[in-house]
């Protein structure tokens, strides 16, 4: 089965800098990953997804990257607000064929203003 | 789009009985659906896996006879907590898929207590 490993456990940065949290995962096979975002209380929203055919997909101030080869893939925040202020979850698929997901511990980001 | 609720959002309940939470895709039918329970300040733990008109696969160490998950549609699946004890405490929340790319979207959750 897949393993998720994320890091840092915690990211405190100042408003304006950048965000970066790392997954690796362990199942060579696994082609999509997802990034959802937490706020307390809530439900994890999905922010951004990348499948295995592309290396890099962006959207405003987020942009996730994939490297096969090492397997590992990043979430990357740039010029951070505190609304960006959440714990995020990365995920692998479970098996290559299935819907299940296998989550990474999470990353709680507090942007300081 | 992919919008999923989830009632109740809140339940408390008294030890030995049961407790039934409803999970929905309201704008997309859903082939699978998910039920994930959350403790404080951790990650998401799956606990079983519903396709409609079939029987749920449950996670290692999760007591299918205790969380009785029912699949009538496809667009709700029930997850029934039964003989509720205190340790069963906990943040419920089902995910929904609309078909085989991967994607989960997460209901709002359930915060049960048992007393």
């Known amino acids: ?113 | 789009g992919a919008v999923v609720s989830q009632h109740p959002s809140r339940v408390i309940c008294k030890s030995g009985t049961s407790v039934k939470i409803e999970c929905r895709s309201l704008d997309f039918q859903a082939t699978t659906m998910f039920w994930y329970r959350q403790f404080p300040k951790k990650s998401l733990m799956l606990m079983a896996t519903s396709n409609e008109g079939s029987k749920a696969t449950y996670e290692q160490g999760v007591e299918k006879d205790k969380f009785l998950i029912n699949h009538a549609s496809l667009t709700l699946s029930t997850l029934t907590v039964t003989s509720a004890h205190p340790e069963d405490s906990s943040f419920y929340i089902c995910s929904a898929s609309p078909g085989t790319g991967g994607e989960q979207y997460f209901g709002p959750g359930t915060r049960l207590t048992v007393t």
Do not use: M
Request: some cysteine.
């Open chain 1, 1 to 113: 089965g897949e393993n998720v490993e994320q890091h840092p456990s915690t990211l405190s940065v100042q408003e304006g800098d950048s965000a970066v949290i790392k997954c690796t995962y362990s199942d060579s096979a696994s082609n999509y990953f997802p990034w959802y975002k937490q706020e307390l209380g809530k439900r994890p929203q999905l922010i951004i997804d990348i499948r295995s055919n592309v290396g890099e997909k962006k959207d405003q101030r987020i942009a996730v990257t994939l490297n096969k080869t090492a397997k590992h893939f990043s979430l990357h925040i740039t010029e951070t607000q505190p609304e960006d202020s959440a714990v995020y979850f990365c995920a692998a698929p479970r098996q290559a064929a299935g819907n299940k997901l296998t989550f990474g511990g999470g990353t709680r980001v507090l942007v300081k203003p």
